[in-house]
């Protein structure tokens, strides 16, 4: 039986000679497509634009199919983007800050007028009140939204949640084993974030002192707008995660500070906009510029 | 101006056809990768100053310059670490008393661009089949055929008679 994957059985016929010296195909491309420093590309171009075999393979290689992106690897490319972009119009976030500002004033103005009309000495304008979160609340569904926050980029499940790990359920007081955490991300990474906030929010109770329960419950009550749960539970993570997830609890932390107009949320957010190396902090910087009231 | 909204969109539409133009330029995946993530996180960055006319063209500018940046420091790490890059490429070889082998290419009609790339990359570049296959997006088993079929097609070539053919050449692989 032949084997397939042996290359000894392609050879030349006898008497026929090929040159070794012709550039590596990735320099001959790189020329092709003019990305070559000028040296390289004098080099090349004094070898190829002369070699018979080098022109006929760049000529034909364009009469192959082009290689594509795998899933895999748009996937890779998609989460090193952990991208946050505010639900603006096609005016960008200028346009929606001073539209939001503006309707502000002109719903308060409103209200003061009828209060003033109604009860002259007592003129207030009613402010809705965020009220504190019970402990590990489990989040209700809520619909998505219709206003300006800031959209989250999903935290992927942590590496280390492998197979292996799963089966091997290691026994430890204060950590949920991979096994446990196992149903809960499997909620989470169908994006069945009412079940994963349940499954999350037991392990939470479970392990009172665990980040990665709190962290993800957090992360899955921002994903269905639930930003005061939220803000309690990534509060909690960031002082019981590990220092892998600890960027990352300080990020959400942030988000959900945010949108709750929490005192301390434009503190978060330069601490991170100011952190070297942060995969965040380009996002906390332009975050921290949006206007929030306060 | 392209909003911030709209940018998950654009990266949907556009991911595939960054990459290609980008491993067209750099050979490498994983180098294709990096790259083409670079392009969209500075899109991101210039979002306010782009607008959608200028897509897909402003990405692949990017992308290419990412290109040139990886080949300018590759070329500077060769020409730090080994004085011979410029060695490595020589001139094509002069005349040989045995058959060129472009020359037998250059002969052999039937031998579509599939075959020609799959032995050039055999023979020339010195690829295994498993790299061929990495290069040109064809299976490994498809490799194999494409350079089994082709080397059948060279010897048919040589072993027909031609008016001008030397004594040398026809007496090759008889």
Known sequence: MPDLYSNESDTLPAGVYSSQACPPLALLRAWKEDVLTADLARDVASHAENCTLCSMLVSDLEHLPQPGITAAERARIRQKLPLIAPTARAGGWRWYTVAGAAAALVIAGVLLTINQTEHPRQAHIDVPTVSEPAQTQTASPLPPSPSAEPKVAKLEPPVDLSPALVLRGEANASEPTAQQLAPAFDAYSRNDYPLAAQRFSQLAKQFPRSGTPFLYLGVTQLLTNNNADALFNLTRAEQFVSPAQKEAASWYRAIAAQRTDAPNASELLHTICGRNGSRYAQQACQLEQMPYSN | ?174
């Not at chain 2, 133009?21 to 210039?46: D, G, K, M």
């Not at chain 2, 080949?71 to 040989?96: C, F, G, K, M, N």
């Not at chain 2, 020609?116 to 990359?121: A, E, G, T």
């Open chain 2, 1 to 174: 101006m392209i909003s911030l909204d709209e940018f998950n969109g654009i990266y949907d539409q556009h991911v595939d056809a960054v990459f290609r133009v980008t491993l067209r330029a750099v050979s490498r995946r994983e180098i294709a990768e990096e790259i083409t993530s670079e392009v969209f996180l500075t899109l991101y960055q210039s979002a306010e100053t782009i607008t959608r006319d200028q897509l897909p063209a402003w990405l692949f500018t990017v992308a290419k310059r990412r290109a040139a940046d990886y080949w300018r420091r590759w070329y500077l790490e060769q020409r730090w670490t080994d004085d011979t890059v410029e060695s490595e490429i020589a001139a094509p070889s002069q005349s040989h008393p045995e058959i060129p082998f472009d020359d037998l290419l250059a002969r052999c009609p039937p031998l579509k661009p599939v075959h020609r790339v799959c032995l050039i990359l055999r023979f020339v570049q010195g690829m295994t089949r498993e790299e061929i296959a990495g290069q040109t997006g064809l299976t490994e088993l498809q490799v194999k055929g494409h350079l089994q079929y082709g080397l059948k097609l060279l010897r048919e070539t040589l072993a027909s008679p031609r008016p001008n053919l030397s004594a040398q050449e026809l007496s090759a692989d008889a």
